[in-house]
């Protein structure tokens, strides 16, 4: 099993930068790619952003591209989001998720676990 626990989730105002943290634990060897999804009120679960940290390969979401920035930390088993130039429509429950397949994917169900989430609100 492996456990996730993000955090770094909080209120900024529009403009503003917040990191998130996902910290693993368990048979983190277990998985390759890590991922970070959101879900906005009254919305869908949506991908956000993705890495294999081995193989040095990220990819994002449109909406994201140029304000985010996920980077891995294989030694201390974490995952990290960086997510400047925030806007209201970025506020949402964030979540970290883990894969045990080698292809870097945006889909959801293709990710084995996942975290219980860190709220981040932008005000404008």
């Known amino acids: 099993q492996v456990q996730l626990v993000e955090s770094g989730g909080g209120l900024v105002q529009a403009g503003g930068s917040l990191r998130l943290s996902c910290t693993t634990s368990g048979r983190t060897r277990s998985y390759s790619v890590m991922g970070w999804f959101r879900q906005a009120p009254g919305k869908e679960r949506e991908f956000v952003a993705a890495?294999?940290?081995?193989?040095?390969?990220?990819t994002y979401a449109d909406s994201v591209k140029g304000r985010f920035t996920i980077s891995g930390d294989s030694a201390k088993n974490t995952v990290l989001l960086q997510m400047n130039s925030l806007v209201p429509e970025d506020t949402a429950i964030y979540y970290c998720?883990?894969?045990?397949?080698?292809?870097?994917?945006?889909?959801?169900?293709?990710?084995?676990?996942w975290g219980q989430g860190t709220q981040v609100t932008v005000s404008s």
């Open positions: 998720a883990a894969r045990r397949g080698d292809i870097i994917t945006t889909r959801q169900v293709s990710y084995d676990y």
């Open positions: 890495i294999m940290s081995s193989a040095g390969r990220t």
